[in-house]
């Protein structure tokens, strides 16, 4: 009744004990457990599926994400090769004329 189903102590506003109430509740599970007549855990088994086979197949059903502007990477100021030749093309150009 004051554990749960993990045994851990529950708390006072669920079982609706005063402090001093639930500060004697835990002293009594405490002693419980030092004694070994309740657990410290119990574990709670779920069920599992296969070896995890399914992920890709469920993850090929999801539409992808569409990248935010926050997450784009920035561009830099830096030119790159080609559009240093066109530069210099058009700089060639402009003195000829």
């Keep these: 009744r004051f554990t ?6 529950r708390a006072r506003r669920v079982t609706g ?7 004697d509740v835990a002293m009594a599970i405490k002693n419980a457990r030092e004694m070994a007549l309740l ?3 119990n574990r709670v088994t779920t069920q599992r ?3 995890g ?3 890709r197949q469920r993850d090929d059903d999801r ?10 990477p ?7 090769p080609q559009t240093e030749e066109v ?9 000829a004329e």
Excluded: H, L, M, V
């Design 4 to 9: 749960s189903d993990r045994a851990k102590i």
């Design 17 to 23: 004990n005063s402090a001093q109430q639930q500060r």
């Design 39 to 41: 657990p410290y855990e």
């Design 49 to 51: 599926g296969g070896r």
């Design 53 to 55: 086979g399914d992920r």
């Design 63 to 72: 539409r992808p994400r569409e990248p935010k502007e926050t997450d784009a």
């Design 74 to 80: 920035k561009q830099t100021a830096t030119p790159s």
């Design 87 to 95: 530069n210099q093309e058009n700089t060639t150009e402009e003195s």
